[in-house]
């Protein structure tokens, strides 16, 4: 787990993982924002 600051919360969390098929998306556990997402093998497809 990746600690990254979140700029909702204001704070730092740990990054959460979640991954549906191969699609990677990583995000605050508090209030869900999304930092990042991924495909597997195909590089980023959003950063929001
Ligand atoms: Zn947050």
Redesign the pocket.
Known sequence: MARRS????K?V?DEKLTREGNVVTKS??????VFISYEIGKGYLSAK
């Open positions: 979140c700029p909702v919360c704070q969390v605050c556990p508090k209030c869900g924002k």
